[in-house]
Structure formats: structure tokens, C-alpha cells
């Protein structure tokens, strides 16, 4: 028999600080790591030209990978969001089938999260937004 009540609402609120905590502080590091990865071009000239002139023949391979791995952490930054929002509009769904449930839900998030476990945090500040180089 499925969980109703309390015991769904218990269900529920792990699933919320899943959608709400944990996958937004994830999402944030592989934007962060994306941003980080991208502020490195502003040394390209200083790595990769030549004192006479023109560009080393391991810039384009350099800047090409570079490219590649800042692609996988934006997107993957973006797709842990939508997980996120996903498993939020689930848990918003469920609560809304048992009126009980619904009830002692809003009641644990009055004052947005219960408490954290111990390793879990709420990020502080906006998210950065992935960038691309293309």
C-alpha cells in the first residue's frame, strides 16, 4: 500500500531538498567549474603566441579540448537544473493527490528547508550561467 500522510509527506520532503538543495548546489559547482574554465582564454596570447609572431600549432588542439570540456560542464550544469525542477513539479504533484500530506509538507518547509544533513548547503549568491566557446 502507498505511503498517505504524514509518511508521504516524509517521502516528499527528501525528494524537495533533493530538487531544491542538493541538485542546485551541484548544478552550481559544474557552472562555477564552466566559468572557470573559460576565464583561462584571457592567457591564451601569453601561452600559445610567439615572440616573433603567430600562434604555437598546440593552440588550436588546446583550444579545441578546452572547448569540449566546458561544453560538458554547462551542460551538464543545465541538465542537473532540469532534474531539479523535474523532481520539484513530481513532488508538487504528489502532495497535491492527499490533502494530509500536503498539509505537513508545507508545515516541515515553512522556513524554506528543514534542516540540512551534515555535507548539504544551501548555495549562497546567484548561479553563474554556463558559457560556451565556439
Do not use: C
Not at 54 to 70: D, F, H, I, K, T
Not at 80 to 107: K, P, Q
Amino acid at each position: 500500500m502507498p505511503e498517505t500522510g504524514w509518511r508521504l509527506a516524509a517521502e516528499l520532503s527528501e525528494l524537495r531538498m533533493v530538487g531544491q538543495v542538493d541538485l542546485p548546489a551541484i548544478s552550481y559547482t559544474y557552472a562555477a567549474l564552466n566559468n572557470m574554465i573559460d576565464d583561462t582564454a584571457g592567457n591564451d596570447a601569453a601561452a600559445f603566441s610567439w615572440s616573433t609572431g603567430g600562434w604555437s600549432q598546440v593552440y588550436e588542439p588546446w583550444n579545441e579540448l578546452r572547448s569540449a570540456y566546458q561544453e560538458v560542464l554547462g551542460k551538464m550544469s543545465e541538465n542537473i537544473d532540469l532534474a531539479g525542477g523535474a523532481l520539484l513539479r513530481i513532488v508538487d504533484h504528489y502532495a497535491a493527490t492527499d490533502d494530509e500530506a500536503a498539509d505537513a509538507l508545507s508545515r516541515s518547509w515553512t522556513n524554506s528547508t528543514p534542516p540540512l544533513l551534515d555535507g548539504e548547503y544551501i548555495v549562497a549568491g546567484p548561479h553563474p550561467e554556463p558559457r560556451y566557446r565556439h
